[in-house]
Structure formats: C-alpha cells, structure tokens
C-alpha cells in the first residue's frame, strides 16, 4: 500500500492507495483507497467481505491523435477564477471522493478548485477552454508530459467541465476534439482520459469525438478507523 502524503493532509485522515494487491487492513492508515479491475470479482468481493464500499467504477477512454476541428482558446490568467468556479460544482455527485459518506462534499468541492488551479499553473498542462456569449462556459486540462519521445506517456485529458447552464449543445464534444488536436500538434500520438461509468454524457460526448473504451475498474474505500 501507498501512502498518499497529499490527500492525507487535504482529507485529515491518513489514507493509502493499493492497486492489484489485497489489502486486508493495514495499522499505517485510517482508510485505503483500492483500484480493481473490473473482472476480478475475487478481489472485489474479498475487500467487500472485509469491510470496503464501493465508490465509483471507473473507465478509460483512449483514441490516437489527429488533427480535429474544435473550437477552443487557450486560456490567459483573466479566465482562472471564473472557471475555477466551474470545477468547484462540476463534478458533484460524480466521482468517487463525493461518493465516500465520510469525505466532507464541501472539501471535494474544494479538491476539484484546486485541482484545476494547479492544471492551470502546471508547465505540464494546457488549459483550452470555450465561451457562450456569457462568458466562460467550459475548459479542458491536457497533460503533455514531455519526454524524449513524446509516445513514451500518453496526453491525457485531465479534468473537463462545462457549466450547467452550458451543457448539451455540443461544448463538451467540442473541448474534447480541441483537447485531441492539441496533442496531435504537440507530437503525441495517443490521448487518454478518465471517466466514471456513470457519466453518461462525458462518455457520450468522448465517444462522438473518437475515443473507444480502453480498461475499466472499480474503486473501493475502505475506513479502518
Ligand atoms: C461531460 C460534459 C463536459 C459534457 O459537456 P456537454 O457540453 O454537455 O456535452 P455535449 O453537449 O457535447 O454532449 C455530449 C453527449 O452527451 C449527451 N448528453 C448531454 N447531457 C446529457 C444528459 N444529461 N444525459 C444524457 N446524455 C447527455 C449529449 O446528447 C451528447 O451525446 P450525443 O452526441 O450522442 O448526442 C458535461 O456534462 C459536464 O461538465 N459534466 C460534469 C463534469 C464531468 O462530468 N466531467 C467529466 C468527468 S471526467
């Protein structure tokens, strides 16, 4: 099991994160946050008979790059607080962390703000983002991480969001071919991302732009204290 020094310090608990091993309780932490896959109903059901809950099941999407039409800008210092204010309410009842009853929705508000202001600082992450006349509507975060060739690590997508009063027109589709086409011009030959299989319109709108199911997996977490 992996300490996770940072959600330990954001969440007030100390947490641990495990993947492909069973963890049947550990002394170091109050709570272990455990990655799947999806078929291996065995460890699935072990963790459940020793006390984990299930959070959220989690699919990866992938397509290769290309050039795409999307429309989309960069985003300048002027735009960070009002789309900040858009990830803080986003993802509310959709991800994991708002899905664990003892994780506070106020923090993971907090966590998805943060989030995005950190993407928007990181050398690492391109911010693109769309406007409705109204002002800013919707961004997507593409990680590039540079290497010495650049198919070492896949882009990926890592946070994309539209306003509420935005949603269904087309901005989310749009933001995800303009996330593509950004890394196809930054030389990366695959772009991956991360969703819930609840999410039944981020799917949608990463389907309508080219991206096919890769992996899925199921997150548990698992409180000891
Ligand atoms: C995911 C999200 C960015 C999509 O943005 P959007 O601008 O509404 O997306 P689009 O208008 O391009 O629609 C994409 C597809 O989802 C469908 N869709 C949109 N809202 C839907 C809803 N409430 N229920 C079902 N399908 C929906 C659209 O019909 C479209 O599918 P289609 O191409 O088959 O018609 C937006 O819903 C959002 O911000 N959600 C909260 C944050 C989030 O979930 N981010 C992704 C987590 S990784």
């Known amino acids: 099991m992996k ?23 550990d ?6 946050w455990l990655l799947i896959p999806a078929t291996d109903y065995e460890a699935i059901h072990t963790e459940e008979e020793f006390g984990a809950e299930f959070m959220d099941f989690r699919v990866e ?3 290769e790059t290309g050039p795409e039409v999307g429309i989309a800008r960069p985003i300048t210092d002027h735009d960070v607080d009002d789309l900040a204010a858009i990830a803080r309410t ?14 506070p929705d106020e923090r993971c508000d907090d966590l998805y703000e943060g989030w995005f202001r950190e993407n928007a600082a990181d050398p690492n992450v391109e911010v693109l983002m769309v406007g409705d ?28 969001a539209v306003a509420e009063h935005a949603r269904g027109r087309g901005l989310g589709e ?3 071919r303009a996330a593509v086409n950004l890394a196809h011009h930054a030389g990366f030959p695959r772009i991956s ?31 000891y204290a």
């Open 61 to 63: 999407y992938a397509r």
């Open 193 to 223: 991302v991360v969703t819930q299989g609840c999410n039944i319109p981020s799917q949608r709108a990463f389907q309508a732009a080219g991206f096919r199911i890769e992996s899925s997996s199921v997150w548990l977490h698992n409180w």
């Open 3 to 25: 300490i996770q020094e940072w959600d330990s310090e954001f969440f007030g608990a100390r947490i641990g994160r495990a993947e492909h091993e069973p963890i049947i309780g």
């Open 90 to 103: 986003a993802f509310r009842g959709l991800t994991r962390f708002y899905a664990d009853r003892r994780l």
């Open 27 to 32: 002394e170091r932490v109050d709570c272990a």
């Open 174 to 176: 749009n933001l995800t």
């Open 133 to 160: 006349g109204g002002g800013p509507a919707g961004f997507v975060t593409v990680k590039m991480v540079p290497g010495p060739e650049a198919s070492d690590v896949p882009a990926s997508i890592v946070l994309i």
